[in-house]
Structures are given as C-alpha cells and as structure tokens.
C-alpha cells in the first residue's frame, strides 16, 4: 500500500480553456475608430463573424493591423490613452491615425472598422485577428479592399481566394464575413 499522494493535476491556462475571458478588460472606446473623425478618405469595413452552422458568434474580439496610407507601418500612439485621474482607459485621441484596432462582435455577430485605406505595397489588406469562443488560439486572416495581383492570393485556387476579398459596397464601405468553419470558411494564416 503507497502513502504517496497522486501529483496534482496542473492547472489549465487560458489557452487550453474555452474562453471568453476578455469581454470586460480588452474592449476600449472607440476601438472601431482608427481613422480620425471627418477625414475625407475615411472607409468603413465591416461584416459579421459566423460559426460552423451559418450562426452569428455575438461575443467574438477582433483586432485590426494595417499600414498607414503611405505605406508606414509605424502607426501613432493614441489607441489605449488613460486617464490619469482614474487610470481608465480615455480611448483614441481623435486625430491621429495610429494603425490599430479592437472591435467586439454585437448580438448579431456584426462588426463595423472604420480606417482609411492601407497604402500595402501590392494589394491594400488590413491584417485581422479573431478570438472567439471555442478557440483555443486566436485566428490570423487578411481583409484584401481589392483583388488583384498579391504573393499570398496568387498561391491560392480561386473559391479559397475569394474568402479573403471584401466586397465593395457604396459609400466607401467594405463587407468582409469571417466564417470560422464550414462550407466557405475563410482563409486563415499560420505564422511560425
């Protein structure tokens, strides 16, 4: 008969559980704002995050990265300012273009980005993460404003190309679905 005691179980970390555990610390005001307010080549990119089923993932985190319109990927500071006083997040500073941003999913799985177009040498993307429930490990993909030449888009047959391509809308606006599985899932990217 052994008196030793089984090892404890190590405890999971949030990579091996099924979140979210980010819907009260990593949303920010005016995530959605990357483009200052009234700038004459603001565009709008939006579209809904979907499950597996066609359903809509309402709790899902999407971070946006993009270079400038110049090309520059330096970005501005600006995105995360606090307050001083309380230490709360103040948002953006509401002028400077500063390359990232952070929007949760609504009831409907619905997003909505606005930015001013990426100046990409080759074809204009802006980079997006997803993080969802049921993930264990955020999703990389590409919001592609235009089809056209591109090293990743050339590599891929046409159905799978067309996952990555937002569709043009009026008024400076972009629909780009994020379909996370299934039947015309989109193009995720793995990086080393």
């Given at each position: 008969m052994s008196t030793a005691e089984p090892a404890a179980r190590p405890l999971p970390t949030p990579s091996?559980?099924?979140g979210p555990f980010y819907g009260?610390?990593?949303p920010f005001p005016d995530g959605e704002r990357v483009a200052p307010a009234g700038h004459p080549d603001r565009i709008t990119l939006h579209g809904r995050v979907l499950d597996?089923?066609?359903a809509p993932v309402p709790d899902a985190l999407l971070e946006f990265w993009q270079a400038a319109p110049d090309g520059s990927r330096t970005g501005a500071p600006g995105s995360l300012r606090r307050d001083p006083v309380t230490g709360g997040h103040l948002g953006r500073n509401g002028t400077d273009f500063t390359g990232f941003g952070r929007?949760?999913?609504?009831?409907?799985?619905h997003?909505?980005?606005h930015t001013l177009p990426p100046g990409n040498p080759g074809q204009p993307?802006?980079?997006v993460c997803v993080f969802a429930r049921g993930l264990l490990h955020h999703l990389y993909t590409r919001a592609y404003l235009?089809?056209?030449p591109d090293p990743l888009l050339d590599r891929l047959p046409a159905d799978?190309?067309?996952t990555l391509i937002a569709a043009e809308e009026p008024y400076r606006t972009h629909r780009f679905d994020i379909r996370l599985q299934g039947e015309r899932e989109t193009v995720f990217l793995e990086f080393p």
């Open positions: 091996h559980t099924v009260y610390a990593l597996g089923a066609g929007v949760a999913t609504d009831a409907d799985g997003y909505t980005l993307h802006i980079a235009a089809d056209g799978r190309r067309a």
